[in-house]
């Protein structure tokens, strides 16, 4: 919900949303065909940037964002460094033991590279998903001529995902309302029962939308009412120029 928020209030909410998509799959394809950690800090100064100067978004709620996945990086990086063995190995090695940990300096690169390429790669996504509400971004994919059933679950399931939060919202606001909180082992049974009717609630609440749906015309076919954005001549140099500095440092490094 926060992201769709923060997307309507984007300063690139009026930019065209396939220039976006675009832009940021380009950047993707780059980020891993070129593996250097020069394009990859380019790719993430140039796209958080966007992101936070030009989308206005608040630094501390694209920090909080990025948090997750940095962790998830870390981690991850953590174990490609890493090496196990039962003696020592690397240029660097700690004995616990029964076995020892080492780190290799190739293994070293290679963790740093994948680091970098990483947050390159979520600090494009994140420039495409806090700018481009999700109605957009399903335009464009009709657009694309991606098949028409593919597009439409995307849609239905993404709506599905509100319409738990939203039931699992009143469910819970009822609980409490009942002190069906108020100690430990009332919250566990609570917590139960509430878990064991969502799905069925949420079920019957979708059932009623799509009722509601096909009072409104609903043929099987999902139409988006969207606002015609042409591509901005500076825009489109502005494209040109990044990709061309992002090859030139693949180049240069």
């Not at 984007?10 to 998509?21: P, Q």
């Not at 991850?76 to 020592?88: A, D, K, N, W």
Request: with cysteine; charged share 15%.
């Amino acid at each position: 919900m926060k992201i769709d928020y923060y997307a309507y209030r984007s300063g690139m909410r009026k930019w065209n949303a396939g220039f976006k998509v675009l832009l940021a799959l380009g950047t993707l394809c780059l980020v891993i065909g070129f593996n250097r950690i020069g394009v990859s800090l380019f790719v993430a100064v140039v796209m958080g940037s966007l992101t936070l100067a030009v989308g206005k978004l608040p630094a501390r709620v694209y920090l909080h964002y990025l948090t997750v996945p940095l962790v998830f990086m870390i981690v991850s990086v953590l174990m490609i460094i890493m090496e196990f063995s039962t003696g020592p190995i690397g240029e660097w090695n700690l004995s616990l033991g029964l076995f020892y940990v080492g780190v290799t300096r190739q293994g070293f690169l290679m963790g740093i590279r994948v680091f970098f390429r990483a947050l390159a790669g979520v600090s494009a996504l994140y420039m495409m998903a806090f700018s481009t509400p999700m109605n957009e971004f399903i335009f464009v994919l009709q657009k694309a001529h991606l098949p028409e059933i593919l597009v439409e679950l995307m849609h239905l399931i993404y709506r599905f995902i509100f319409i738990l939060l939203s039931v699992a919202e009143e469910m819970q606001t009822a609980a409490r309302a009942r002190l069906g909180y108020r100690n430990l082992g009332q919250g566990f049974r609570t917590f139960a029962m509430v878990a064991g009717n969502l799905f069925l609630t949420a079920l019957r609440r979708a059932g009623i939308y799509y009722d509601a749906m096909i009072a409104r015309g609903y043929d099987g076919t999902l139409a988006f009412l969207t606002e015609e954005r042409p591509i901005r001549l500076w825009q489109g140099i502005g494209a040109t120029v990044y990709f061309a500095l992002t090859v030139v440092i693949f180049l240069m490094s």
